[in-house]
């Protein structure tokens, strides 16, 4: 079992930076996909940004390329820093620890934080 805690949301105006952690407990997460998922208001939970076990791949969305960075410190800790927030970016960010060991799939949740872009 992994625990998911999520923190560094809050409010902060269009252009601001925040930079969210998620922090694992319970297995170790070095060999786990990690993502971050964004629901905003009224719409379905998105993949935002995912990093590989190792950190050497990454993904994002093309609407925050270049403004948001994933990265882990691997064993315990990921992070989501994001600069130039827009209005757009406002929602609850979900942590999520992906793992696939076939035939089965070890996927975890986070409880998620609220962000909030003033325009």
């Known amino acids: 079992q992994v625990q998911l805690v999520e923190s560094g949301g809050g409010l902060v105006q269009a252009g601001g930076s925040l930079r969210l952690s998620c922090a694992a407990s319970g297995r170790p997460i070095s060999s786990y996909a990690m993502g971050w998922f964004r629901r905003a208001p009224g719409k379905e939970r998105r993949l935002v940004a995912a990093?590989?076990?190792?950190?050497?791949?990454t993904y994002y969305t093309n609407s925050v390329k270049g403004r948001f960075t994933i990265s882990r410190d691997n064993a315990k800790t990921v992070f989501l820093q994001m600069n130039g927030l827009k209005p757009e970016d406002t929602g609850v960010y979900y942590c999520?620890?992906?793992?696939?060991?076939?035939?089965?799939?070890?996927?975890?949740w986070g409880q998620g934080t609220q962000v909030t872009v003033s325009s």
């Open positions: 999520n620890a992906k793992r696939v060991v076939p035939p089965n799939t070890y996927d975890y």
């Open positions: 990093i590989s076990w190792s950190g050497g791949n």
